[in-house]
């Protein structure tokens, strides 16, 4: 069982460790914000400094921290640890538990308006980690308690890939409608999916029955297994890896506009990462697990209370077959804006709904914002996120452009609680996003009030 304890501990802190921040979305000035939506531009050119230009990690889901994490004896342990109890465990856990991390690093990105000071371009290249996890109740009580039941729909997935985009965007009808589209090659690194569609577990006096249909999907270059050559079955640990080169191509879009309803009211939206990824066979392997077995060394305690296994998931593993070739979707995300300007575009308020297509679930936010810019190179916005009907969020974001610098940052982890090794807890969502660019060329001619008289050659 320890084997089984360690794994998911460590899929859990994997998944903590690090989706679009929506405290960003309405921050004037940021290089970033057109990755919200292509029509979106900074107030000037830039080309951000390599990996710290552009940095984005996101947890999501629909469980906090703190139903994960536990303070024992001054550190943090797992649901799964020993010091916690089922009822502690188990008390707030959801039918079906999602986790998600979304993890973006520009390597390299550069920007700059034309001539007209309006039509912008820019081009960026980007490290992308996507991961999700479902993991059911019903599994954490047999973890747990030892209890039987039926375990379906557990899972986890891993997509990990190079973008490389080119964003253009222009206006129309009289500037009051602007459209952006960016294209994006996509360079496949490594993926891996994990299902369990039947895990049944059942007590039989003194052995566990088991009942499992599962499969096993890893792709990347140089991957390949080693399975036993009796039986034909491999386990995790069997799989190798020698990447040296991409292991699938992909393409996608980002399609967005931005209109101006009245001259202080304007509304967005936007479709992003619209496209696939073909993974090659030669890269795959593949397993299933169809297994039916007994296992012994259950432990019934004395006083009667409910027994405890103590093997190792043997089930785990599974029988080689043919891997095969595979065109994957992205994630894809909407983004629908609004925001009203007061005292000369000096205050904003917004609202923003996203909807993130998962793998397991559609997951969908609302965020209010209030956007301070009382000088064209200094935005501070502050957000307040309603989580899928589930929880909340108070964000906080900083943008700074003046002549020398485009520096921004943005999270929702400032005021939420922290534990003693400042681990956020409380709260389903978790966002950081930060940028540091030198500024190019004139300012943008889109905000009227920003423009000034050595601007306009």
Not at 131 to 141: A, G, I, Q, R
Not at 228 to 256: H, M, Q, S, W
Not at 388 to 393: L, T
Request: hydrophobic share 40%; net charge neutral.
């Amino acid at each position: 069982m320890k084997k089984t304890y360690l794994l998911l501990a460590a899929l859990f802190l994997a998944t903590s460790l690090a989706a679009q921040n929506p405290t960003a979305y309405f921050m004037e000035g940021s290089t970033f914000r057109s990755q919200f939506n292509p029509a979106f531009a900074p107030l000037r050119g830039y080309i951000n400094l390599p990996v710290i230009g552009g940095v984005q990690m996101g947890w999501n889901g629909n469980i906090a921290l703190d139903n994960l994490l536990y303070a024992r004896d001054g550190k943090l342990v797992t649901l799964l640890d020993s010091s916690v109890t089922p009822d502690q465990a188990l008390g707030n856990l959801k039918k079906n538990n999602l986790l998600g991390l979304d993890t973006r690093i520009n390597i390299l990105g550069f920007g700059k308006f034309t001539k007209n000071h309006k039509n912008f371009w820019s081009f960026d290249l980007n490290v992308r980690v996507n991961e999700e996890m479902n993991l059911p109740k019903t599994l954490f009580e047999f973890l747990k308690r030892g209890q039987e039941g039926s375990i379906s729909n557990f899972g986890a997935t891993l997509e990990s890939y190079l973008e490389a985009g080119f964003n253009y965007s222009f206006p129309l009808l009289n500037d009051r409608l602007y459209i952006g589209v960016r294209g994006k090659f996509l360079a496949g690194l490594a993926r891996a999916q994990v299902n369990y569609d039947q895990f049944d577990i059942s007590l039989q006096q003194d052995r566990w029955a088991v009942v499992t249909k599962g499969t096993i999907d890893v792709t990347a270059d140089g991957t390949s297994v080693t399975p036993d050559p009796e039986t034909g079955i491999f386990e995790f640990g069997d799989i190798n890896y020698k990447p040296r080169k991409p292991a699938g191509y992909g393409f996608a879009v980002d399609l967005g506009a931005t209109y101006d309803i009245l001259p202080n009211l304007q509304a967005s939206l936007a479709v992003t990462d619209l496209g696939f990824i073909n993974w090659g066979r030669k890269n795959t392997v593949s397993g299933v697990s169809t297994q039916e077995a007994e296992f012994t060394g259950v432990t019934v305690p004395d006083d009667g209370s409910e027994s405890t296994p103590d093997f190792d998931l043997e089930m785990m593993k599974f029988t080689s077959v043919e891997g095969k070739s595979m065109s994957k979707m992205l994630r894809a995300s909407v983004n629908a804006g609004i925001e009203y300007e007061v005292w000369n575009h000096r205050v904003g308020v917004g609202l923003l709904y996203t909807a993130r297509f998962w793998e397991y679930k559609t997951m969908h936010n609302i965020t209010g914002s209030v956007n301070f810019h009382p000088t064209r190179w200094f935005t501070l916005s502050g957000s307040y996120s309603v989580l899928d009907n589930r929880g909340s969020a108070v964000g906080l974001g900083l943008n700074l452009c003046p002549g020398w610098i485009n520096f921004f940052l943005a999270t929702d982890l400032l005021l939420t609680k922290h534990t003693p090794q400042w681990v956020p807890i409380r709260q389903s969502s978790m966002n950081l996003t930060l940028g540091i660019g030198i500024p190019l060329g004139k300012r943008s001619h889109r905000i009227a009030a920003y423009v000034r008289e050595n601007d306009r050659k």
